[in-house]
């Protein structure tokens, strides 16, 4: 079994940052890819930023604004959020392609979620 625990949510005024943290655990043989979605009510899920390999992407709405790093040693992914604007609030959920070492099958999981509100 594998999961994935977010941290780091709340509510933020418009300017200010947040650290969202991830957690991955259980019978991991690898972890291929790490990245942060959102997602608003009535609106389909969207990424906000991936890592793997070393190399980072963001949406082009994020970018100069938040940093995806990742913790390989810890299994770890986080996301620093400055400048946050109303537009940012949203669920974040973070996502990873995992190959357990039970199988050697690589699959997608999802944490919970985390809700990051931005006032005005």
């Known amino acids: 079994q594998v999961q994935l625990v977010e941290s780091g949510g709340g509510l933020v005024v418009a300017g200010g940052s947040l650290r969202l943290s991830c957690a991955a655990s259980?019978?991991?043989?690898?972890?291929?890819?790490m990245g942060w979605y959102r997602q608003t009510p009535g609106k389909q899920r969207r990424l906000v930023a991936g890592v793997t390999n070393g190399s980072t992407s963001y949406a082009d709405s994020v970018k100069g604004r938040f940093t995806i790093s990742r913790d390989n040693a810890k299994n770890m992914v986080y996301l620093q959020m400055n400048s946050l604007n109303p537009e940012d609030t949203a669920v974040y959920y973070c996502?990873?392609?995992?190959?357990?070492?039970?199988?050697?099958?690589?699959?997608?999981?999802w944490g919970q979620g985390t809700q990051v509100t931005v006032s005005s």
């Open positions: 259980g019978t991991i043989f690898s972890i291929n890819y």
């Open positions: 996502n990873a392609l995992i190959r357990t070492s039970v199988a050697p099958q690589t699959y997608q999981y």
